[in-house]
């Protein structure tokens, strides 16, 4: 006998495997999206794809709160991921789509951008065989170290067409910003070629290609190592970029005051 009360979410099906679409631009414009995409982060396995105006979320659980944060998503069209990877609308059981082919990386490399502070802290290492000079060669920076505050500033009202070559990481009052050209802001400008950045201006003495630098250092693959002009350097992983959205800057203001916030 019926009593009004189900035991099954309409979104539920084998597996709770399920997929949104998104508008890009919902991303810029509408808080109660970025609050949820928020959320979304502290989802296990949810993965996204970026496909020109258009962003998938996908994901392999979904329990009652994961549903009501898509739900809360209200310019996404919801689908339940089907054998085959069909896509079915959410109450419904006939395939309409197929879920998009191509790279899909996890919702936290995508919207979470925040490093330790310790990630840059730099340090000396009396053992390089060399040091930075002035140069008198020019050379366009592609690497900028600002204040958290003024990149945040600058990209949640710049035109995304001026963030779209950019990426960047960040700590808790810093951020790096990556790309030509470099946003118009206070900060140190760096050039940055094959993993090392040395001061806009500057020149190693004697001077040595970055793949050299790179093997004295002995540092990891997958790394930026960030020169200072009284020899000083930090490494910072590429992975620890992201590529420079409102939306994206926005979750990882959101992040840092929640970090700020909590409890020692």
């Not at 998104?22 to 496909?51: C, K, W």
């Not at 960040?170 to 070629?193: D, N, T, Y």
């Not at 693959?221 to 959205?245: K, M, N, W």
Request: with cysteine.
């Amino acid at each position: 006998m019926p009593t009004g009360k189900s035991t099954r979410s309409e979104a539920e099906s084998p597996g709770g495997t399920w997929a949104i679409r998104l508008p890009s631009t919902s991303l810029d414009i509408d808080d109660q999206t970025q609050d949820a995409l928020g959320h979304l982060r502290l989802v296990s396995a949810v993965e996204v794809l970026i496909e020109a105006d258009v962003i998938w979320l996908r994901g392999s659980e979904l329990d009652e709160q994961t549903s009501n944060l898509l739900r809360s998503l209200p310019e996404a069209e919801r689908y339940l991921v089907l054998s085959g990877d069909q896509l079915a609308r959410w109450g419904e059981t006939i395939p309409r789509a197929n879920l998009p082919v191509g790279t899909w990386q996890p919702i936290t490399n995508w919207l979470a951008v925040s490093l330790p502070t310790a990630a840059f802290a730099p340090r000396v290492d009396a053992s390089i065989p060399f040091k930075l000079v002035r140069s008198s060669v020019p050379a366009e920076a592609n690497l900028l170290r600002t204040t958290w505050t003024a990149w945040r500033d600058y990209a949640t009202t710049a035109a995304q067409i001026r963030l779209n070559q950019l990426s960047f990481a960040a700590s808790e009052s810093e951020a790096l910003v990556r790309g030509v050209p470099v946003p118009a802001i206070p900060g140190q400008r760096f050039v940055e070629s094959a993993g090392v950045a040395i001061p806009a201006g500057w020149k190693s003495d004697p001077e040595l290609d970055a793949k050299s630098i790179r093997s004295v250092l002995k540092v990891a693959e997958g790394t930026i190592t960030l020169f200072c002009e009284d020899g000083s350097f930090e490494s910072i992983p590429d992975q620890a970029f992201v590529r420079a959205t409102r939306s994206a800057v926005r979750m990882t203001d959101h992040a840092s005051h929640e970090n700020s916030n909590a409890e020692p």
